[in-house]
């Protein structure tokens, strides 16, 4: 066996000169919806684009690589992706997930348990009693995030995996917040992972996408069975521009990270600020498992600070008020009303996210200037 190759070297080179027609050392974006046939007995590689389509194969495989998954599905948003993962449910199928997940998961599993479709069981998996009882009551799916979203907890992948693989269930990781650089669920016993390519792995803010990548083969087919019947798949310009910003992953996610830390740090040495959730500090719970499970704290930090949260945010110049992350800018959100509205206020507040909590992306702008900006949220918020 050959060695895994580098992230840097699987993206810079993804596609290059592999056009054996007009050689061209970037991948030609394939926008046609059908392709021609030899005779009608013999069907071509290519010959439908919701079905299967050249530049989603390139950004499956460069996915694929980077997480050690033998494939998966290219699909039109991370929702989809999420969508697609209960497609290969059974009837009746019981969903354990995290009591703090992403409010879009939330909202798509009880949607589809109002509706009977499944039964979605929402726990806190860092506590042990609760997880066995979960897994007790034998899921067909247990739904994994971590670090979770805002609040960056983390649970251990490796454990939970292997106890949820015990109990009969199919294991599925989130893993768009710390990317398949910072930590590969498939290698600590998941049998799928998701992403909202949206977010950093295009990284420039412009366009939709998810991706649903399985370990095992058998499963990369009824990803492409079911992403197929349901049309679930993204457009050949979309994959072409998400391969795009995938090329400089690397580069972005060293930078965000490395600012990410100095913000955290900043913030956690400011008298008005009361909490600092980020990975990377002494102070967060998990330092040890982040550190043995994430190859890097990653770029989002949630924190609380006294004084007036709505003139912390209007004092603001650089950093933007928006609701998404991992893009080129920093933007600062509210969760409680921003990202996890679909989560009503009981579930928020059990899963400890508080009206006054915010949410930071750090971006690649220069770290110095970023940190000039809070200071000046702070002052307007007295
Ligand atoms: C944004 C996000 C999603 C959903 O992705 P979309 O592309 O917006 O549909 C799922 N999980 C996490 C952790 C996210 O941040």
Not at 29 to 39: G, K, L, Y
Not at 155 to 173: H, S
């Amino acid at each position: 066996m050959t060695g895994k190759r580098s992230p840097s070297t699987i993206l810079a080179s993804a596609g290059v000169a592999a056009d054996p027609h007009r050689r061209a050392i970037v991948p030609p974006v394939q926008v046609s919806d059908t392709f021609q046939w030899d005779d009608p007995e013999t069907r071509p590689e290519y010959d439908y684009s919701r079905t299967v389509n050249p530049n989603r194969d390139l950004l499956a495989a460069a996915l694929a690589e980077l997480e050690g998954a033998a494939g998966g599905a290219v699909v039109n948003s991370g929702q989809a992706a999420a969508l697609l993962a209960t497609l290969l449910l059974p009837a009746d199928a019981l969903v354990v997930a995290p009591h703090d997940c992403y409010g879009g998961t939330y909202r798509l599993l009880t949607g589809l348990a109002a509706q009977g479709k499944l039964e979605a069981l929402f726990v806190d998996q860092k506590d042990d009693r609760a997880f066995a009882a979960a897994m007790a009551r034998r899921p067909a799916m247990v739904w994994l995030e971590t670090p979770s979203n805002p609040l960056l907890r983390l649970v251990d992948i490796a454990q939970r995996a292997a106890e949820a693989k015990a109990a009969g269930a199919l294991v599925i990781a989130d893993n768009t917040l710390p990317t398949p650089l910072r930590q590969q669920p498939l290698a600590l016993g998941c049998d799928l992972v998701l992403h909202s390519t949206t977010k950093t792995l295009n990284g420039h803010a412009d366009l939709f996408g998810g991706a649903l990548l399985a370990r095992d083969a058998a499963l990369v087919e009824q990803l492409h069975w079911w992403a197929n019947a349901g049309g679930l798949n993204g457009s050949a310009q979309d994959a072409s521009q998400i391969l795009r910003g995938l090329r400089t992953l690397p580069l972005r996610v060293d930078r965000q990270e490395a600012s990410a830390q100095a913000i955290a740090t900043w913030l956690a040495a400011q008298p008005g600020v009361r909490e600092v959730h980020y990975p990377g500090l002494d102070s967060h719970p998990d330092r040890a498992l982040a550190e043995r499970q994430q190859a890097g704290p990653g770029f989002m930090i949630a924190f609380r600070a006294s004084g007036d949260t709505a003139a912390f945010l209007k004092g603001l110049g650089l950093v933007t008020l928006a609701s998404s992350l991992g893009g080129f800018a920093t933007l600062i959100c509210v969760p409680a009303t921003m990202t996890h509205r679909g989560m009503p206020p009981e579930a928020q507040a059990e899963a400890g996210i508080h009206p006054d909590l915010l949410r930071l992306s750090v971006g690649l702008e220069e770290v110095g200037d970023l940190i000039a900006d809070l200071e000046r949220g702070f002052r307007a918020a007295g």
